[in-house]
């Protein structure tokens, strides 16, 4: 029997300002809408498919609100595998050194 694999990739917005923390969140939320619907018309669930998560969250670490967003449904690999997400993953454009990208899956 064909067991479906959902592969998702992710780059939310930088988070610049409140704005974009704000709008980061309505993003995520936006995302794991349309995976919902994408799956409920393909009459797919838990038991019958799979999905990966990954992508580029600008998170700058496990206490971000889209990090929260997302535990609430998928398993971080990463933490998974290593009991904890990596320090650093990602140099950003203000040259600081951050975990932002991340491979979740359900």
């Known amino acids: 029997q064909k067991h479906p694999l959902?592969?998702?990739?992710?780059?939310?917005?930088?988070?610049?300002?409140?704005?974009?923390?704000?709008?980061?969140i309505r993003q995520m939320d936006r995302f794991l809408q349309l995976i919902d619907e994408y799956r409920?018309?393909?009459?797919?669930?838990?038991?019958?498919?799979s999905i990966i998560l990954c992508g580029d969250l600008n998170s700058p670490d496990e206490?971000?609100?889209?990090?929260?967003?997302?535990?609430?449904?998928y398993q971080s690999s990463y933490k998974f595998i290593h009991g904890k997400e990596p320090?650093?993953?990602?140099?950003?454009?203000?040259?600081?050194?951050?975990?932002?990208?991340f491979i979740f899956y359900l």
């Open 87 to 101: 320090r650093v993953t990602h140099l950003t454009h203000r040259n600081e050194q951050v975990c932002t990208d």
């Open 40 to 49: 409920t018309s393909r009459h797919l669930d838990e038991t019958n498919s």
């Open 6 to 24: 959902l592969i998702i990739n992710v780059h939310l917005t930088f988070p610049h300002h409140e704005f974009d923390r704000r709008l980061r």
């Open 63 to 73: 206490n971000d609100p889209v990090y929260h967003q997302l535990m609430r449904t």
